[in-house]
């Protein structure tokens, strides 16, 4: 198994408030237009990886099956938006993605290692909050097509520690990881007064 030797890790600082819950579970339809932008910001993550280390053979197949993924995620979540007449268009960001991306260092090749860490981390919340999102929905359906996508949130995030894993010392992976795991949960200390995935 890919993950056996890897160390249980609490990845994330600070749980989500339940805070988030509810304003999530009041704005479903504004939540679920994030959720496509989110799915659709994460192929494009995964594909700026592979075309920045082309070279890296393992990152490249490993990332190919991440972008493919979300990929796919993206169209079941616009069909969902489909079904309740939400139409596909731009949304504001909250200011999480922009902060976290600011953490990365533009030196290689901590440049290479924050861009993995990074993008784990978010996987990493993104399937903590779709697992809250399954349980607290009060619509069955959308319920179960949060708690479908769970396993696939947290397989992106091992494999994204797996990759940091791969080219890096794991004592320097799993300091770095500390550090801006504690930057993540600050960023989400305050919540964003938009209803968002990552708000």
Known sequence: MLFDTLPTINVLQQPTSFAWVEQAI?????????????????????????????????????????????????????????????????????PYGANLKAQIRPQEPK?????????????????????????????PELSQFYRSLMASEARHYGIYWVLADTYFERSAVTQRLEEL?????KILATLHPEPRIHS
């Not at 993995?116 to 996987?123: A, D």
């Not at 909050?129 to 399954?134: I, S, T, V, Y």
């Not at 795991?181 to 949960?185: D, K, T, Y």
């Open 181 to 185: 795991a504690v930057v993540e949960s």
């Open 26 to 94: 009041a704005n479903l339809d504004l939540i679920l237009l994030d959720h496509s932008h989110c799915e659709r910001k994460a192929a494009g993550v995964a594909l700026n990886l592979m075309f920045r280390y082309p070279s890296n053979t393992k990152l490249v197949r490993m990332l190919t099956a991440i972008a493919r993924e979300e990929l796919e995620h993206f169209e079941l979540v616009n069909q969902w938006l489909e079904r309740r007449g939400v139409p596909l268009g731009p949304l504001s960001s909250p």
């Open 111 to 139: 440049r290479l290692l924050d861009s993995l860490l990074v993008s784990g981390l978010i996987e990493a919340r993104s399937h903590e909050r779709l697992g809250l999102l399954a349980t607290h929905c009060p619509e």
